[in-house]
């Protein structure tokens, strides 16, 4: 099942800079993305959304865009913070309400240099 | 912030023993969900849990998997006889299902069978 990929498994980045994380997937009938976080034992903590009605969701230092036509979505953390280095997964849903399941990419870990 | 609890955090149990891992979460939430993580693998859905029925569930989840709300607090995943090849993270959900409303993860149980 590669429904979602994150094609990435690591990244590294400055303090400072801007983070970009990648997905690709491949279901068209997609409508509802999502962002999650997950630190060593831990489970993975929301970060932000998007429905497949819009191309770009915002909240704070996080912005998630979403290239329907190319089946793509990224998450740019503006600026990095050390805190941030954790293990970043995507995550597809056929619709945003409780009746879907979510399917995950299998992780980007980001490593924010100091 | 209302949090999703799993307990325990890590079960050791014999092949072939019954195991059951216990979940509660957060108070208003009506979907419940049960996912696993293989070591270095992605998270995988395992069932969706509703208004006290599956209303989904993944060739993983297959007989000797179950999941009760005995009460109005707790959320169970059973699994009968136990396989070596059911090691893995297990991580509990839940979501209110109303849209846009995303899933909580709770911190998981380690499961170790040996």
């Known amino acids: 099942d590669q429904q979602v990929k994150q094609n990435s498994p690591s990244l590294s980045v400055q303090e400072g800079r801007i983070s970009i994380l990648n997905c690709d997937y491949t279901n068209s009938m997609f409508d509802y993305f999502l962002w999650y976080k997950k630190y060593p034992a831990e489970g993975p903590t929301f970060l932000i959304s998007i429905s497949s009605i819009k191309d770009k969701n915002e909240d704070g230092r996080f912005t998630v865009f979403l290239n329907k036509s190319a089946k793509h979505l990224s998450l740019h953390i503006v600026p990095s913070q050390p805190g941030d280095s954790a293990v970043y997964f995507c995550?597809?849903?056929?619709?945003?309400?409780?009746?879907?399941?979510?399917?995950f990419g299998t992780g980007t870990r980001l490593k924010v240099l100091a | 912030e209302p949090e999703v609890t799993q307990t325990p955090s890590h079960q050791v149990t014999q092949m072939g023993q019954e195991v059951i891992l216990r979940c509660v979460p957060i108070?208003?939430?009506?979907?419940f969900y049960w996912y696993r993580q293989i070591l270095g693998q992605k998270v995988e859905f395992l069932v969706s849990f509703y208004n006290n029925e599956i209303s989904e569930k993944s060739e993983i989840f297959d007989d000797q998997f179950s999941v009760e709300r005995p009460d109005g607090s707790n959320f169970t995943l059973k699994i009968r006889s136990t396989k070596l090849e059911d090691s893995a993270m297990y991580f509990c959900a839940s979501n209110l299902g109303l849209g846009n409303q995303p899933q909580h993860f709770g911190d998981g149980t380690r499961l170790s069978i040996l």
């Open positions: 995550a597809a849903s056929l619709g945003p309400s409780g009746t879907y399941k979510y399917i």
């Open positions: 108070s208003n939430h009506l979907y």
